[in-house]
């Protein structure tokens, strides 16, 4: 028994060299290996392989009147061990009409259970349309293959007439009843020869292949229902129908909330995309998917995380924030302000923001009004472009702001900007440099050089995420 006491003594208390080494060094190996497991949980999950999650809430975030239609939507993480910073990205895998995917099949002739070839492998016709392609909007590369339907002669189409039949209006009674082959001399007496009438089918396609302006304004309307309306002469096999069509590709939408604010869950604030066209209404895939499709607490739903590296908080929680964010640009700075309260962040914030109408689009105004009560925003500007005789945007606030703007930026202040790329983010831009010229006391040249390079590129204080 003495032995045995002895050598649980030395396991315990032996010097370093001894057997407490070998215990060390496996402690440590299942920390590791913990880690890596963890690690791989949180990032098992792509646009490749996304988690099924689904909606706790879904709800319009308009006023009465409004003219728009913009959603607060909640989803669940679960047990994903999906993380998240302010800033980042949640990826959304859209699901095709069922009603589109039905008229495509109808109108070729196919029953669905065709199976076909595509980038992921090979599935039916109809899982192909529903979870593979993008059937919303035609593309150009499936316009310009349907020439390989057409033969190079076939501006006109040729007719003969196989069969007559013609009945008195005034008894009723069958007076020419003739069948044939409608080739040479087979053809009813008194026959006049039709020969051939244009092809509409190739005329638009011809057009469509050489005028760009015009390909692009065929495409920016139409999806596959109709341009099979259009080219409705032209038979396909299941796998010729989809070869050229584009990819379904994932949505990425800038998170609304922070994940320590909001824990479990991800927010997201989406405008819904509706319009109508060629005598059909329609919705953009991924909103419509959402708003229409998606049952709170039913629904599954792919998604993935896209994390950010530029669009971040400063990381010392002293350097004062301006974000401009109008629309369903807010987003990803209810999530900065949500992160910055938690974080007793001392710099001050900034807010632009702006839309239609205060009545029908002021997105989350309790939440602000709260955070200014307790000062966490400092300063709130506010621009409805709908609201009185002048169209006011958050450009023509900012301008009136400039010096003080100005001032924050030149003490290390920083500058984001969130929403519409074609217009409001330009306008913006260029605003800002305005403002540093003239508060800046620089020429254009001078200014932009500074908005574009040092803020951009070398400080890092000016972000954008805009689409």
């Known amino acids: 028994m003495s032995d045995i006491k002895n050598s649980k003594i030395k396991l315990d208390r032996g010097p370093v060299g001894d057997s407490s080494e070998v215990i060390e060094p496996m402690i440590e190996t ?14 098992q999950w792509s646009a490749k392989n996304p988690y099924t999650s689904s909606l706790t809430q879904n709800f319009i975030l308009n006023g009465a009147g409004s003219g ?16 998240y910073k302010a800033g980042d990205a949640l990826g959304v895998i859209p699901i095709c009409p ?16 065709e ?39 076939s501006d006109s189409i040729e007719f003969k007439i196989i069969k007559r039949q013609r ?85 990425l939408y800038s998170i609304a909330s922070s994940p320590e604010f909001e824990p479990g869950t991800v927010h997201l604030t989406i405008g819904i995309v509706r319009y109508s066209y060629h005598d059909r209404d329609k919705a953009g895939l991924t909103t419509g998917y959402l708003s229409d499709r998606c049952k709170v607490d039913e629904t599954p739903i792919g998604v993935f995380m896209s994390p950010t590296r530029s669009f971040i908080l400063p990381k010392n929680g002293d350097t004062d924030c301006i974000m401009v964010g109008p629309g369903t640009g807010i987003a990803p700075f209810r999530a900065f302000l949500q992160q910055r309260d938690l974080n007793n962040d001392k710099g001050r914030n900034w807010l632009f923001f702006g839309d239609w109408t205060e009545e029908g689009e002021y997105y989350y105004k309790e939440e602000m009004d709260d955070w200014k009560n307790r000062n966490i925003l400092d300063k709130h ?8 005789t002048e169209k006011v945007y958050v450009q023509h606030l900012m301008n009136k702001n ?42 254009a040249k001078e200014a932009t050089e500074y908005v574009e390079t040092t803020l951009m590129k070398t400080e890092k204080r000016y972000l954008r995420d805009v689409y």
């Open 68 to 83: 728009k239609e913009t959603r607060h939507m909640v989803f669940d993480l679960g047990e994903s061990g999906l993380e």
């Open 167 to 251: 009945i008195s209006e005034d008894n009723g009674v069958l007076v020419v009843d003739w069948e044939g082959s409608g080739l040479g001399e087979d053809v009813p007496q008194d026959y006049t020869e039709i020969g051939s009438i244009s092809n509409p089918s190739f005329e638009l396609w011809s057009e469509l292949t050489t005028n760009s302006d015009a390909m692009e304004d065929y495409m920016w309307t139409r999806d596959y229902v109709d341009a099979l309306g259009d080219f409705s002469n032209i038979i396909f096999t299941p796998q010729e129908f989809i070869n050229g069509m584009d990819r379904l590709k994932p949505r």
């Open 402 to 443: 400039g010096a003080e703007i100005w001032n924050w930026i030149s003490n290390g202040g920083y500058f984001y900007v969130c929403g519409d790329k074609s217009r409001m983010a330009k306008d913006v831009h260029q605003t800002l440099i305005n403002i540093c010229e003239e508060h800046g006391e620089m020429n």
């Open 115 to 153: 199976e076909v070839e595509t980038n992921l492998g090979n599935c039916s016709l109809h899982e192909a349309l529903s979870t593979r392609y993008e059937i919303h909007r035609v593309s150009k590369k499936w316009i310009n293959m349907l020439g390989e339907h057409m033969e190079a002669d």
């Open 98 to 113: 069922p009603e589109i995917v039905s008229k495509l099949l109808t109108m070729c002739g196919f029953n669905g259970e």
């Open 30 to 43: 299942n920390i590791q290996d913990k880690k890596k497991s963890e690690d791989k949980k949180h990032n």
């Open 381 to 388: 500007d506010l621009a409805w472009s709908r609201d009185g």
